[in-house]
């Protein structure tokens, strides 16, 4: 067990609909990613928040936005969903140093 | 922005056996890490072992090596008396600071 926790585990909704990711971190972890794992793909980084604030951004579409609460757990919101957003979506953590990060165990989006 | 190479997409091992999974990473920054995650079946991404660039020594956990080639930005991970429990797939990471940059990821199969 990482310490990572990710809701829902799994989500199947329709295209054009809105769903939020959720994630809570590590205790004490005060950085949280999100990644996106296609089929077959590798990870593609979203985003990064640290302490509430964005600190870095990747291949997020506009679709997508994510935020980070006082509490520090954090949720990735998906609109406009279409048949291609359909995928694992994981969170991590890590801790001030930002070096290695714990995976939560991924959320499963499946759009129809 | 760094780049993460992982040039072979399936490997295979006997059982008992020793097999070396390749990565070459690309980077600007002088101070980085350099991770390989598993990732069996159930889809949980597990740190396998880490390697910070600023140490010369190659990271060991067990069964599982790196050898780290700075020069050549190579960081290839060897796994010794292969078991049928290390069938996954293997991802290298790079990190300079912000997220981790992963490759796309070698299949290993481990044969009885």
């Known amino acids: 067990d990482s310490g990572v926790t990710q809701t829902p585990k799994h989500l199947i909704t329709a295209t054009g609909q809105r769903v939020t990711l959720r994630c809570s971190p590590r205790?004490?972890?005060?950085?949280v990613y999100w990644y996106q794992q296609s089929l077959d793909q590798g990870l593609q980084f979203l985003i990064q928040?640290?302490?509430?604030?964005?600190?870095a951004k990747g291949n997020i579409l506009e679709r997508f936005s994510a935020q980070q609460f006082p509490d520090l757990h954090s949720e990735l919101n998906l609109s406009s969903l279409e048949l291609g957003d359909s995928a694992l979506y994981f969170c991590?953590?890590?801790?001030?140093?930002?070096?290695?990060?714990?995976f939560g165990q991924g959320t499963r989006l499946t759009v129809v | 922005a760094q780049t993460v190479t992982q040039s072979q997409p399936e490997m295979s091992v006997q059982e008992a056996e020793t097999v070396t999974l390749s990565c070459t990473y690309d980077?600007?920054?002088?101070?980085?890490?350099l991770f390989w995650y598993k990732q069996p079946p159930s889809r949980q991404m597990i740190l396998v072992i880490r390697q910070e660039a600023y140490k010369q020594q190659n990271a060991t956990e067990n069964r599982f090596s790196v050898n780290f080639q700075k020069a050549a930005k190579s960081f290839s991970l060897k796994i010794s008396d292969s078991q049928l429990g290390d069938a996954a797939m293997y991802f290298c990471a790079a990190n300079s600071g912000y997220a981790l940059n992963f490759g796309k990821g070698t299949s290993l199969l481990v044969t009885p």
């Open positions: 991590a953590s890590s801790d001030e140093g930002d070096t290695e990060a714990f």
């Open positions: 980077t600007s920054e002088s101070d980085y890490y």
């Open positions: 928040y640290y302490n509430g604030e964005e600190r």
């Open positions: 205790s004490g972890d005060l950085s």
